[in-house]
T-cell receptor
Framework: DAKTTQPPSMDCAEGRAANLPCNHSTISGNEYVYWYRQIHSQGPQYIIHGLKNNETNEMASLIITEDRKSSTLILPHATLRDTAVYYCIVRGGYGGATNKLIFGTGTLLAVQP | EPEVTQTPSHQVTQMGQEVILRCVPISNHLYFYWYRQILGQKVEFLVSFYNNEISEKSEIFDDQFSVERPDGSNFTLKIRSTKLEDSAMYFC???????????FGEGSWLTVV
């Protein structure tokens, strides 16, 4: 099973930042934190991933705590199209114990107009 | 942007019939995957494939399932004798190499009647 804990749902006002938390207290040193989202039964969409350092791309920012036991995905200006289920997944890197992604139930983010 | 493409987008089949779901992974990717999602449930890993061999499979991936890379571009999932409980969205995915980001297609919705 997925080694992460996420709130089942969150609301966010359109135009505001959405901060999605994830706990992964049993993460190992060589495991990455990946974020995907799934919009209404479409294929999971890759958002961002990180190991230790904070990461930013055109979609989002990922803040990983120093002890790596939790992280936060930040969507800086949420729009209605960001309404989706967001999955936080811990995964081994190259040569890791498993290459696959194990999905949990994620967080349903509802962006409100 | 390169993407994973899947066909058909939706297939209805009678129980006991064979079904082949097709996928074209991203062109320079070497690792291929199938996942499925039963309506309202989690995205579940089925199988990973590399170098013309299954590298990992789940308990779901029993003898009625098989995968094949019949040519240089396609990757297929065959369900030999479909059951009602095989009704699900099937996602193909690929990654450039082990440990790299996995990208998903939009899915093939299979309905077994």
């Amino acid at each position: 099973d997925a080694k992460t804990t996420q709130p089942p749902s969150m609301d966010c006002a359109e135009g505001r930042a959405a901060n999605l938390p994830c706990n992964h207290s049993t993460i190992s040193g060589n495991e990455y934190v990946y974020w995907y989202r799934q919009i209404h039964s479409q294929g999971p969409q890759y958002i961002i991933h990180g190991l230790k350092n904070n990461e930013t791309n055109e979609m989002a920012s990922l803040i990983i705590t120093e002890d790596r036991k939790s992280s936060t995905l930040i969507l800086p200006h949420a729009t209605l199209r960001d309404t989706a289920v967001y999955y936080c997944i811990v995964r081994g890197g190259y040569g890791g114990a498993t290459n696959k992604l194990i999905f949990g139930t994620g967080t349903l983010l509802a962006v409100q107009p | 942007e390169p993407e994973v493409t899947q066909t058909p987008s939706h297939q209805v089949t009678q129980m006991g019939q064979e079904v082949i779901l097709r996928c074209v992974p991203i062109s320079n990717h070497l690792y291929f995957y199938w996942y499925r999602q039963i309506l309202g449930q989690k995205v579940e890993f089925l199988v990973s494939f590399y170098n013309n061999e299954i590298s990992e499979k789940s308990e779901i991936f029993d003898d009625q399932f098989s995968v094949e890379r019949p040519d240089g571009s396609n990757f297929t999932l065959k369900i030999r004798s479909t059951k009602l409980e095989d009704s699900a969205m099937y996602f193909c995915a690929s990654s450039e190499r082990e440990g790299n980001t996995i990208y998903f297609g939009e899915g093939s919705w299979l309905t077994v009647v």
